[in-house]
């Protein structure tokens, strides 16, 4: 990498991909030990909760339904009858 004559250097495309660096990303540089080093600032990851106590079985349902799709071809019937005596 080289610094530009406004001092800017430009983040290599493999290194961006890699650590998911996208336009507008915060980083903080720091002199560590004679090194320039940068560090991505990140949100901490927060899971998202629920306070349901019981889940009924119609959503295990909806939810393979929308990651896997509505059954289809002949046999369509009777995979979703084995389906829900799964549930």
Do not use: C
């Not at 530009?4 to 998911?20: F, I, Y």
């Not at 991505?40 to 009924?56: A, H, Q, Y």
């Not at 079985?57 to 939810?63: H, V, W």
């Amino acid at each position: 990498m080289t610094v530009d004559d406004r001092g800017r250097v430009t983040l290599p495309k493999a290194v961006r991909e890699r650590l998911h660096v996208d336009e507008g990303d915060d980083l903080t540089v720091a002199i560590e030990d004679g090194e320039i080093r940068l560090r991505l600032d990140r949100t901490p990851f927060e899971p998202i909760t629920s306070n349901k106590t019981e889940w009924g079985t119609e959503t295990f349902l909806d939810s393979e339904t929308a990651m896997v799709g509505e059954p289809v071809g002949k046999d369509a019937d009777s995979d979703l009858n084995l389906q829900n005596k799964l549930y």
